[in-house]
């Protein structure tokens, strides 16, 4: 099973931008479809981008235009390149792997990010 470990949150004003990168160990993540997830306080954890083992891409349409996911596997890492920040964007990010054919997948411990003037 492979781990992963987020990080590049921060806090930034509206309109910056932030990386985030993920890091997986214990395993190639190059099996694996990655995505990232947000969790605003008191909501649900929401789907943003799903990048596929052969790098198609898929964006929620709130953030579709402005985030770009982006895997390396060479360096067994995924991206999250975040632009024109919006406080509506402020939440916990989450990274997840997931095998085609597994019922579930990796969860990393998430990293901040809040959008605040």
């Known amino acids: 099973q492979v781990q992963l470990v987020e990080s590049g949150g921060g806090l930034v004003q509206p309109g910056e931008s932030l990386r985030l990168s993920c890091a997986a160990s214990g395993s190639s993540m190059s099996p694996y479809d990655m995505a990232w997830y947000r969790q605003a306080p008191g909501k649900q954890r929401d789907w943003v981008a799903t990048i596929t083992i052969v790098g198609m891409t898929f964006y929620a349409d709130t953030v579709k235009g402005r985030f770009t996911i982006s895997r390396d596997d060479a360096e067994n890492s995924v991206y999250l390149q975040m632009n024109d920040l919006k406080p509506e964007d402020t939440a916990v990010y989450y990274c997840?792997?997931?095998?085609?054919?597994?019922?579930?997948?990796?969860w990393g411990q998430g990293t901040q990010v809040t959008v605040s003037s």
């Open positions: 997840y792997a997931k095998e085609l054919e597994a019922e579930s997948g990796s």
